[in-house]
């Protein structure tokens, strides 16, 4: 399995509405990371886990939430969005933080926000 | 203020030519470079890197050159064809602090292969 699977793949929120945000990866990869796209602009990193410890938080809001359950799940729960937090939302997963070999990345969530 | 940039929104060339895809870097503290082509609804892949030090690596179709005095990389696709029409993203890695292995990336580059 060579994947990062991002589930779902669409969501629809109101900004009173608790979700979560899931990814997962069986290839061993040890740092896994939540980046954000907005449309037109590069992907922007959001937070990074390394050995299941957060390990950067970019001043993210605290209505992001990342959490890491074990070595092979990433979740982002989310709650009390804004508009402006719709976007497509980016989990990708190396071996080893920063690995130089590039990052593998899922297919996103696309996220609105009403 | 954007430490990657891609200048150019879109590139448009003809099967069988030679793409060249520009991204330029303002941060001295990148320790490699890397390339990621996005198709429509899917994530990003990587293609290709080059560390700090070198100026320049090839894999197959693809070649990517480091001028480290111009900040300035580039990836050459030869010859191109209809298949690699997709979003081109540039990345840096940070080298170390609080940045040591933070991808950052550029804007991206819409390359459309006509055959």
């Known amino acids: 399995d060579t994947e990062v699977t991002q589930t779902p793949k669409h969501l629809v929120m109101g900004m009173t509405n608790k979700k979560s945000l899931k990814c997962e990866q069986h290839?061993?990869?040890?740092?896994m990371y939540w980046y954000k796209q907005k449309a037109k602009k590069p992907p922007e990193l959001m937070f990074v886990y390394s050995y299941e410890k957060l390990s950067i938080n970019e001043s993210v809001p605290s209505r992001f939430s990342p959490e890491c359950p074990n070595s092979s799940l990433l979740n982002l729960h989310l709650h009390a969005l804004q508009p402006e937090d719709s976007a497509l939302y980016l989990c990708?997963?190396?071996?080893?933080?920063?690995?130089?070999?590039?990052?593998?990345f899922g297919s996103g969530t696309r996220l609105t926000v009403v | 203020d954007q430490q990657v940039k891609q200048n150019s929104p879109s590139l448009s060339v003809q099967e069988g030519r030679i793409s060249i895809l520009n991204c330029d870097y303002t941060n001295s503290m990148f320790d490699y470079f890397l390339w990621y082509k996005k198709y429509p609804a899917e994530g990003p892949t990587f293609l290709i890197s080059i560390s700090s030090i070198k100026d320049k690596n090839e894999d197959g179709r693809f070649t990517v050159f480091l001028n480290k005095s111009a900040k300035h990389l580039s990836l050459h696709i030869v010859p191109s064809q209809p298949g690699d029409s997709a979003v081109y993203f540039c990345a840096a890695r940070g080298a170390g602090g609080t940045s040591y292995g933070k991808l950052t990336f550029g804007q991206g580059t819409i390359l459309t292969v006509h055959p």
């Open positions: 290839m061993g990869h040890r740092a």
């Open positions: 990708a997963s190396s071996q080893s933080p920063g690995q130089a070999s590039g990052y593998t």
